[in-house]
């Protein structure tokens, strides 16, 4: 993607997620004062901003869906396999069945695999995201796993002189940031979507990590 960017051709970019991914609890989905919008749009407005005229974008998340169902129903979410570069943010509604490493391993290398089988250069980054309130749910979401497992799929698909699969770690941001601020401060809905703040977290990440950029 960034060999593209600097050339000036023209990237297409899609996210496959959750409610997330679409944008819940940030004030512009609530509708409310700052109306900010979540963190896709925002790193979209960051990339049109840095590669005017090159960025075309699909926000493809579909709210309860989880890495079984993106695994299981990718055509719900792309209709082509014409993405230059595809972010991955799955895992909260993991949690509900408890699923496992293996198992949302397994799930999330069957959509690079399945994507590449017609679109072999497509990039892909995998948000190891927030973790839920554990005061409000009473199941144990293995989100430390979720993001190991994302990491051992960067060292199989990643590899040097391969298409980049990298991970955003938001998790141990969010982790780190629980250690001084309520969850409260940092979610909208206090249960399982990120606030303002929160999306901010994520497109900070994400723009630090795709670019090497301070957020």
């Known amino acids: 993607m960034l060999n593209m960017l600097g ?21 512009f989905e609530a509708n409310y004062p700052p109306y900010q919008h979540g963190f896709f749009p925002q790193l979209v407005a960051y990339m049109t901003m840095k590669w005017p005229g090159q960025i075309y974008s699909r926000n493809q998340a579909i709210i309860g869906y989880d890495s079984y169902d993106v695994a299981t129903y990718l055509g719900n979410f792309i209709a082509d396999s014409s993405s230059n570069f595809m972010i991955l943010e799955f895992g909260m509604n993991d949690g509900t069945p408890n699923r ?35 005061e409000w749910i009473d199941w144990a979401p293995r989100f430390l796993e979720y993001r190991d497992a994302m990491l051992e799929l960067s060292g199989q ?14 998790t141990s941001r969010w982790l780190d940031a629980l250690t001084r601020k309520s969850y409260f401060d940092m979610t909208g809905d206090g249960a399982n979507h990120p606030g303002d703040f929160g999306h901010t977290m994520y497109v900070q990440t994400l723009i630090q990590g795709l670019f090497g950029n301070p957020p």
């Open 157 to 170: 698909y990643g590899t040097k002189g391969q298409p980049v699969v990298c991970v955003i770690d938001v």
């Open 100 to 134: 496992s490493k293996a198992d949302f391993k397994a799930n999330l290398e069957s959509v690079i695999k399945n994507v590449r089988a017609n679109s072999p250069n497509t990039e892909f980054a995998l948000i190891a995201g927030i973790t839920s309130n554990p």
């Open 7 to 27: 050339a000036g051709q023209p990237v297409a970019i899609s996210l496959l997620g959750d409610s997330i991914g679409k944008e819940g609890s940030s004030s």
